[in-house]
Antibody
Framework: EVQLLESGGGLVQPGGSLRLSCAAS????????MTWVRQAPGKGLEWVST????????YYADSVKGRFTISRDNSKNTLYLEVNSLRAEDTAVYYC????????????WGQGTLVTVSS | EIVLAQSPATLSLSPGERATLSCRAS??????LAWYQQKPGQAPRLLIY???NRATGIPARFSGSGSGTDFTLTISSLEPEDFAVYYC?????????FGGGTEVEIK
C-alpha cells in the first residue's frame, strides 16, 4: 500500500522558513517523480513544485520560484520542500503526491501538512 | 500557462441523479487531463486520468470523456458519498494547472 506522510508544518512569522518532509513507502520511491501541491484555506489546488526521480530536474510555480527549494533523498525515501521568505499568502495545506512523469496524473497523495504564516 | 475553466461552480442534485461536470482548457492538452475528488478535511483522490481512464478502485458510475480543450466528468447516479468538490488538472504543459473546482452539493 502506497503511503505518503507529510510533516514539518506549523506557525511561522512572515519572512520565516520551514522544511517540509514527505516520507514515502509502499512503492519504489526512486522510480517516481514527486510533486508538492498546496491549498489555501477554502481555496482550490495549486501546483507548487516537481522533482524528477533522480533529483536532477526541478520545476517551480512562478509564485514560489527563488523562495522554495524541492529536493529528495532516495536512500531515505523522503521528499523535502524548503520554504523560505514566507508570506501570508503561502498559508496553506501542503500535499506531496506521486507523479510518474510528463502527461501522467498525480496518482497518490499524502494527507497534507498545514503551514500558517502569521505574526 | 494553460488555464482550466470548470463549470458550473456548484451543482445541486439529489442522490440517484446524473451529474455532468465540465472542464475547458485555454489550449489543447490532448488527453493529458485528470479528475480528482476532494471531501472536506481530506486529500484529493484521483478518479480519472488520460481523460477517460478510471483510476484503480474507482466505481464504474464515474466516467470521463473529451480531448483537446473540452472535457466532461459524468457521475451516472449520485451516491451519498459522491457529494464533494471535483477538480480537473492538466499535465500536458508546465506549469501543471488545476481548474477552480465544481462543488456537487445535495439538493
Amino acid at each position: 500500500e502506497v503511503q505518503l506522510l507529510e510533516s514539518g508544518g506549523g506557525l511561522v512569522q512572515p519572512g520565516g522558513s520551514l522544511r517540509l518532509s514527505c516520507a514515502a513507502s509502499g512503492f519504489t520511491f526512486s522510480n517516481d517523480a514527486m510533486t508538492w501541491v498546496r491549498q489555501a484555506p477554502g481555496k482550490g489546488l495549486e501546483w507548487v513544485s516537481t522533482i524528477s526521480s533522480g533529483g536532477g530536474n526541478t520545476y517551480y510555480a512562478d509564485s514560489v520560484k527563488g523562495r522554495f527549494t524541492i529536493s529528495r533523498d532516495n536512500s531515505k525515501n523522503t521528499l523535502y520542500l524548503e520554504v523560505n521568505s514566507l508570506r501570508a499568502e503561502d498559508t496553506a495545506v501542503y500535499y506531496c503526491a506521486t507523479y510518474r512523469g510528463s502527461g501522467r496524473p498525480l496518482e497518490y497523495w499524502g494527507q497534507g501538512t498545514l503551514v500558517t504564516v502569521s505574526s | 500557462e494553460i488555464v482550466l475553466a470548470q463549470s458550473p461552480a456548484t451543482l445541486s442534485l439529489s442522490p440517484g441523479e446524473r451529474a455532468t461536470l465540465s472542464c475547458r482548457a485555454s489550449q489543447s492538452v490532448s488527453s493529458y487531463l485528470a479528475w480528482y475528488q476532494q471531501k472536506p478535511g481530506q486529500a484529493p483522490r484521483l478518479l480519472i486520468y488520460g481523460a477517460s481512464n478510471r483510476a484503480t478502485g474507482i466505481p464504474a458510475r464515474f466516467s470521463g470523456s473529451g480531448s483537446g480543450t473540452d472535457f466532461t466528468l459524468t457521475i451516472s447516479s449520485l451516491e451519498p458519498e459522491d457529494f464533494a468538490v471535483y477538480y480537473c488538472q492538466q499535465s500536458s504543459n508546465w506549469p501543471l494547472t488545476f481548474g477552480g473546482g465544481t462543488e456537487v452539493e445535495i439538493k
